[in-house]
């Protein structure tokens, strides 16, 4: 039996092929079969089944944009609200100022699938009736500036 080698340059040149072959900002579905616990990530969101509404969430009037800002990387939204129940941590108002941390709204829509989208990260098809808990990526710097101010 004999082992076949290849050189680094070989190898190299199949990975960097492989990784321009994949589809970034292709669309996704999230499974039916998801339990609670199961994340799926859109850029610096991430989107988590939750078996019912966290404690400490309010309901409100549900909101397209999933989180608080004005750039384009803040862009995750619901393709449509109607029909959509949404929570809020601490209230719509408490979130919509920025102080709920990284929680974001819980949302479900029992009547239809629900699509969030983003500008350059693939859509996210949330099957109907599957309760969604929204979480923000930990900005490091930010994050770390406010806690030491919150020590002085």
Same mark, same amino acid.
């Given at each position: 039996?004999?082992?076949?080698?290849?050189?680094?340059? %070989?190898?190299?040149?199949?990975?960097? %092929?492989?990784?321009?072959?994949?589809?970034?900002?292709?669309?996704?579905?999230?499974?039916?079969?998801?339990?609670?616990?199961?994340?799926?990530?859109?850029?610096?969101?991430?989107?988590?089944?939750?078996?019912?509404?966290?404690?400490?969430?309010?309901?409100?009037?549900? #909101?397209?944009?999933?989180?608080?800002?004005?750039?384009?990387?803040? /862009?995750?939204?619901l393709?449509?609200?109607e029909? #959509?129940?949404?929570?809020?941590?601490?209230?719509?108002?408490?979130?919509? /100022?920025? /102080? %709920?941390?990284?929680?974001?709204?819980?949302? /479900?829509?029992?009547?239809?699938? #629900?699509?969030?989208?983003?500008?350059?990260?693939?859509?996210?098809?949330?099957?109907?009736?599957?309760?969604?808990?929204?979480?923000?990526?930990?900005?490091?710097?930010?994050?770390?500036?406010?806690?030491a101010?919150?020590?002085?």
């Amino acid at each position: 039996m004999s082992t076949a080698t290849k050189d680094a340059a %070989s190898v190299i040149n199949e990975q960097e %092929s492989h990784l321009e072959s994949i589809e970034h900002g292709k669309p996704e579905r999230l499974s039916e079969a998801a339990t609670e616990k199961d994340y799926f990530p859109q850029g610096d969101v991430y989107f988590g089944v939750v078996n019912s509404k966290p404690t400490g969430y309010e309901p409100g009037k549900p #909101v397209s944009q999933l989180a608080v800002g004005n750039t384009q990387g803040q /862009r995750h939204c619901l393709d449509c609200v109607e029909g #959509v129940e949404m929570y809020f941590p601490g209230g719509v108002k408490n979130w919509q /100022r920025g /102080r %709920s941390g990284l929680l974001g709204p819980v949302f /479900r829509c029992p009547t239809r699938d #629900v699509t969030v989208v983003h500008p350059t990260h693939g859509d996210l098809t949330i099957p109907k009736g599957m309760m969604i808990q929204t979480v923000y990526q930990r900005n490091w710097d930010e994050q770390l500036k406010a806690e030491a101010r919150a020590r002085d």
